[in-house]
């Protein structure tokens, strides 16, 4: 039999300025690529929404390249395993900025900003759509629904209260495919002194409810950034865990504030 593989393993709370809050995420350098069924297998193994893995980007055109997968699937963007990557690498060195390619969402950035990080994504603006069966499925009283091609549908809502009193039926918004579902309101009035609040679910790739989804506010930053009328404002996804996201509209840029802690380091054989 073969000696194992020994592979580096950060889990890191990204979004949250302290452990056990935000949304954690398994980062794992390699030196090269395995196979597909390897790394979902990993993914598997360590059952966070997401397993970030990353290795030097031998085209050119970024420091690294970036791959994400939840327990059951690869997917075309993440945003807070890509904020916890660079987490990792800024904290090995004096860098101030590090870049990721992506197989599907282009060059991605983390930038040092203060004592947290600065996350350079796409911003994808929803369009209106009717959505009446995935509005049903995610219950309360929907003002309006969006949709992004990219398989991400947005239900707008009256308050944060509205928010918190969901409870969407998950078998039915499984059965409709993988899609991420995204819940928002004004967070005007509401306990958590941000402009917007969200809740995410994304229960076909494995995650019920999402803690803290940078992707979603690659959403949410250029709907709200018209409908407030003003290039940055503050978000809060009220999980159980919860996060807090500073959001700013540059051009066709989504960047995304916050900050991240290492929790757990250790290796993993494969």
């Known amino acids: 039999m073969s000696a194992p ?14 452990p056990f809050a935000g949304n954690p995420a398994a980062v794992m350098p390699l030196d090269n690529w395995l196979s597909d069924a390897e ?3 990993i993914a598997q193994e360590n059952n966070l929404s997401e397993t970030a893995f990353y290795l030097p980007d031998d085209s050119g055109a970024a420091d690294f390249e970036l791959r ?14 890509t904020l916890a990557s660079g987490h990792v690498v800024l904290s090995e060195g004096d860098a101030d900025r590090v870049t990721f390619r992506t197989r599907r969402s282009g060059v991605l950035s983390v930038d040092r900003d203060g004592d947290g990080y600065a996350l350079g994504l796409p911003a994808w603006k929803p369009e209106p759509r009717d959505l009446p069966e995935l509005a049903a499925a995610m219950g309360g009283s929907v003002e309006a629904t969006l949709w992004h091609p990219g398989r991400y549908a947005v239900f707008v809502y009256r308050d944060a209260d509205a928010i918190l009193a969901l409870e969407p039926d998950m078998a039915a918004l499984t059965a409709a495919g993988n899609i991420l579902y995204i819940a928002t309101a004004p967070g005007a009035g509401s306990a958590y002194g941000s402009d917007i609040v969200s809740r995410v ?3 076909a790739a494995g995650v019920p409810e999402d803690p803290v989804t940078g992707s979603a506010h690659c959403i949410l930053t250029p ?35 916050g900050k991240c802690v290492t929790v757990i380091e250790g290796v993993m054989r494969v």
């Open 68 to 81: 994400w997968f939840t327990p059951t699937d690869e997917v075309a963007l993440c945003g807070h395993a």
């Open 39 to 41: 790394l979902q297998a």
């Open 5 to 18: 593989q020994i592979i580096p393993l950060v889990q890191v709370d990204a979004f949250a300025d302290a």
């Open 201 to 203: 679910f994304a229960p």
């Open 223 to 257: 709907y709200w950034s018209d409908r407030l009328g003003r290039e940055s404002f503050t978000a809060w996804q009220a999980s159980k865990r919860g996060g807090r996201i500073e959001c700013r509209l540059a051009g066709d840029r989504a960047v995304l504030t």
